[in-house]
T-cell receptor
C-alpha cells in the first residue's frame, strides 16, 4: 500500500483541455513536492508546498496543498503536448522520511 | 541540468555479479537518496545518507549497500545480482536547510542484468 495515493493512474486528453490530478494520504506532511518525469530521465522538481491551504501557480499549472497537509492537487489549464509525462507527488513527513506516490501518467494528444 | 551526476549511464552485467553505482550531489547538498525504478514498481526509495551517516532506510535488499564519503559523493553497491534487479537507479540530493526536502535527481543509471 502506497503512503501517497495518486489518481488517476493514467490520463489521456486532447490539447487545450483542462485537467486535475490528485495526491492523497492519511498522513500529515511537513512539505509536499510535485515532480515531472519524462521516459528514461530523472524526475524534475516543479514546486514545493509547505503551508496548509497554500496555492502556487507556475504558468498554466496550479498546485494546492490541503488545509490539513494530507493531500494536494495539480491543475493544468489548456494542456499542451509538452505537458506529457509522469507526474509524481512526494511528501516529507515530520521524521524526515520522504515518500513518493506511484504517479499519474499524462498524455496530451495534439 | 540538476547538478547531480551519476555514473555510469548504462551498465550491463550477468546474474551473480556485483556492481557499484556512483553519485555526486549538487554542490552544497548534504543529503543523498537512492531510488530504484522499474516499470511495474514505480519509484522505490532505497536509502538516504546525510553528511556521511545513514538517515533513513526504505525497501533496500540485504544484497544492496550504500555509503556516503567525506566529499559527500555516494556509492550504491549491488551484489549477487538477479534478473529482477534490472531497473533504473536514481540518485537525488537535497540541502534540507528549510525542512522542505526538495530533491534534485540525477540522470540515472540503467542496469541490465542478463
Amino acid at each position: 500500500t502506497q503512503l501517497l495515493e495518486q489518481s488517476p493512474q493514467f490520463l489521456s486528453i486532447q490539447e487545450g483541455e483542462n485537467l486535475t490530478v490528485y495526491c492523497n494520504s492519511s498522513s500529515v506532511f511537513s512539505s509536499l513536492q510535485w515532480y515531472r518525469q519524462e521516459p528514461g530521465e530523472g524526475p524534475v522538481l516543479l514546486v514545493t508546498v509547505v503551508t496548509g491551504g497554500e496555492v502556487k501557480k507556475l504558468k498554466r499549472l496550479t498546485f494546492q496543498f490541503g488545509d490539513a497537509r494530507k493531500d494536494s492537487s495539480l491543475h493544468i489549464t489548456a494542456a499542451q503536448p509538452g505537458d506529457t509525462g509522469l507526474y509524481l507527488c512526494a511528501g516529507a513527513r515530520p521524521n524526515n522520511d520522504m515518500r513518493f506516490g506511484a504517479g499519474t501518467r499524462l498524455t496530451v494528444k495534439p | 541540468d540538476s547538478g547531480v551526476t551519476q555514473t555510469p549511464k548504462h551498465l550491463i552485467t550477468a546474474t551473480g555479479q556485483r556492481v557499484t553505482l556512483r553519485c555526486s550531489p549538487r554542490s552544497g547538498d548534504l543529503s543523498v537518496y537512492w531510488y530504484q525504478q522499474s516499470l511495474d514498481q514505480g519509484l522505490q526509495f532505497l536509502i538516504q545518507y546525510y553528511n556521511g551517516e545513514e538517515r533513513a532506510k526504505g525497501n533496500i535488499l540485504e544484497r544492496f549497500s550504500a555509503q556516503q564519503f567525506p566529499d559527500l559523493h555516494s556509492e550504491l553497491n549491488l551484489s549477487s545480482l538477479e534478473l529482477g534487479d534490472s531497473a533504473l537507479y536514481f540518485c537525488a540530493s537535497s540541502f534540507e536547510a528549510r525542512g522542505t526536502y526538495e530533491q534534485y535527481f540525477g540522470p540515472g543509471t540503467r542496469l541490465t542484468v542478463t
